[in-house]
T-cell receptor, first 114, second 114 residues
């Protein structure tokens, strides 16, 4: 079975540009999460969805960040405009309904904003 | 304000010896705890978990201990092997084990010396 698929794996962009990160969760999983990993803050939850509906976006740092889940097999995280401090690894993860806390992570998208 | 703290950024252990990774938490509402393992350029993967109704859970070479009064948990790896070299994240949930709302620590980089 395919795991969580994220694209792109690496993105280098200039400050002010729009960035779109994509995620395909594991089929049948009802929860989808976006996390950001930095050296300073570790793994931070940005937003999560349940059955395609955003449940908690309190971790989204600013209005420059937005996330959508138009259907059960696709989600995007968009940053517009991007800033150097957004440089991080962004992980998407999915899980079954209240599946004991086990998240299945993608390989991450490493974003560098110059 | 870090609710889950891993105070050792790195730990070096001789192959064959015991590795002990520590994690402290501040939120008394946390009732489910997990450890994730992460290799470079990969997403974190679930390793082992423990519910607050237990004080120990064992899975092969991996054992997690929970001390609720001290708000402390630890992961023991015996014996340590070269493939155990990775970053280990401690995570906690306040929703009875549900996948929503996991709070992660910053991680501990475990290095197994040959």
């Amino acid at each position: 079975d395919a795991g969580v698929i994220q694209s792109p794996r690496h993105e280098v962009t200039e400050m002010g540009q729009e960035v779109t990160l994509r995620c395909k969760p594991i089929s049948g999983h009802d929860y989808l999460f976006w996390y950001r990993q930095t050296m300073m803050r570790g793994l931070e939850l940005l937003i999560y969805f349940n059955n395609n509906v955003p449940i908690d976006d309190s971790g989204m740092p600013e209005d420059r960040f937005s996330a959508k889940m138009p259907n059960a097999s696709f989600s995007t995280l968009k940053i517009q405009p991007s800033e150097p401090r957004d440089s991080a690894v962004y992980f998407c993860a999915s899980s079954l309904v209240r599946g004991g806390g086990e998240l299945f992570f993608g390989e991450g998208s490493r974003l560098t904003v110059l | 304000d870090q609710q889950v703290k891993q105070n050792s950024p790195s730990l070096s252990v001789q192959e064959g010896r015991i590795s002990i990774l520590n994690c402290d938490y501040t939120n008394s509402m946390f009732d489910y705890f997990l450890w994730y393992k992460k290799y470079p350029a990969e997403g974190p993967t679930f390793l082992i978990s423990i519910s607050s109704i237990k004080d120990k859970n064992e899975d092969g070479r991996f054992t997690v201990f929970l001390n609720k009064s001290a708000k402390h948990l630890s992961l023991h790896i015996v014996p340590s092997q070269p493939g155990d070299s990775a970053v280990y994240f401690c995570a906690a949930s306040a929703r009875g084990g549900g996948a929503d709302g996991l709070t992660f620590g910053k991680g501990t980089h475990l290095i197994i010396q040959p």
